[in-house]
């Protein structure tokens, strides 16, 4: 659902099962990809809100997700992670509760977002971060830790004004401007006073090592997405294509993503699947040859693996978007 009222736009969505074309729409203007990465019925909601060039989302998802994509080119985005059952890994980071993440302008993101996770998002033009004092965190990747003060309360305060959006029509809470003038308010107080109290933000200058490993998993997870089709896709000849060795591949996608490459394959390709079922465009296809377009060969192997995902055969799927 959308609507617009005044200088303030919203969009909002309830999930009964995981649809990736949906969230990619409402999510960052469509430049976030997702993969659902634990099987059962995905449940979710998504609202999100603009008004004088200052965009506002947040979700809630009770299955773990990845999140992968560029921030926006002309934002920089402030995000939390409210709740959770385990913590976040965004960029290689493990961000627990009580921390911000914030992404420059088109940098890209890899976030795994733990089990039950809440989570938050602020967009600002940089403009606001240099008349507020904090334009040095307007470029690359920056992690915050809130101090026991400054970071309860806010985590608070961002969770009541959500939960009040449950059971009220989103038009009638999310249709304003003020609502998006008070999370600012909320927000860019707390990073001045952490800017002013000169506490340290590390950011991904880590040792080499380590923004190497990140680098080799996000140039093999690109070379993957590109070129889900090939059924003769394999990680042994992507690493030999791409002149890195197959152990370094396999540490840097543990550390990256949380799994093996050959996973990340799998659930790229059962995801992509899952999008052409949906798709009315498709829905006269014959599902094996979906399967090949996907690089799947194994009718009987795939639907298992996608009912094991997604709590559903691909047949069901197809009926059930028709």
Partial sequence: MASRNGAATIASMELDSFDPDSMREVVQRGDLSHVLLSGDRFLGQIFSAESNGVRMAWGRYNLPLLAEGPMPPDK?????????????????????????????????MCATLPVVATWFSFQIDRDVLVDTGVEDISTGFRYL??????????????????????????????????????????????????????KHIPTLRSPKRHSADHSIAQKVAEYIRLHLGDEQLRILEICQRLGYPVKNVERSFRRTYGM???????????????????????????????????????????????RALFGELPSETTARSG
């Avoid at 079922?277 to 377009?293: I, N």
């Fill in 76 to 108: 920089v985005t402030i995000g939390m992670v409210l709740t959770g059952r385990g913590d976040a890994i965004f960029n290689r980071t493990c961000i627990g509760r009580n921390t911000m993440v914030i992404f420059g302008e088109d940098v890209e």
């Fill in 145 to 198: 830790h809130l101090d026991k003060v400054t970071g309860p309360p806010l985590v608070q305060n961002l969770l009541q004004s959500l939960s009040a959006l449950e059971g009220s029509e989103t038009t009638g809470v999310f249709d304003t401007a003020q609502q998006i003038s008070d999370f600012q308010d909320l927000l860019l107080p707390v990073l001045a006073t952490c800017t002013d109290t000169r």
């Fill in 260 to 306: 093996s490459p050959k996973r990340y394959l799998s659930l790229q390709r059962l995801t992509v699947l899952r999008q052409r079922l949906r798709s009315k465009a498709v829905l006269r296809s014959r599902l094996t040859d979906l399967y090949f377009d996907c690089g799947l060969t194994h009718s009987g192997r795939t639907a298992g693996e996608y």
